[in-house]
């Protein structure tokens, strides 16, 4: 997905560079393109924020249960929520430079 976000954004800065005036129809369709990239982000969070409590939930039972299988069980916790953290850290990004230019997409 962060490919497909960078390639749309660079297509998007050709338009810019290009300086030709898009007509309401375009701008809708980018419209549209955010709104998908967006909702991405919203899943990506929430996957995000349970990896995040699901990790913080089992760091605290490791210290009730001192069990081999339970530090397991965080660790594989731990590296689930490190490429979410790092992807959705990408989509955020890449929408927040999205906004951008459309923003300079309108004023064109």
Do not use: C, W
Request: proline share 3%; aromatic share 12%; no cysteine.
């Amino acid at each position: 997905m962060l490919k497909k976000l960078s390639d749309y954004e660079n297509e998007l800065l050709k338009m810019v560079e290009a300086g030709a005036p898009l007509t309401a129809e375009q701008l809708l369709s980018v419209r549209t393109h955010i709104g998908f990239f967006q909702h991405e982000r919203l899943v990506h969070e929430l996957v995000m924020i349970l990896f995040a409590l699901l990790t913080v939930g089992g760091i605290l039972f490791l210290v009730v249960v001192p069990e081999i299988s339970v530090l397991a069980l965080d660790v594989l916790f731990f590296a689930l929520l490190v490429p979410y953290v790092k992807h959705y850290y990408g989509l955020e990004n890449g929408v927040q430079r999205l906004y951008d230019v459309y923003d300079k997409l309108e004023k064109l």
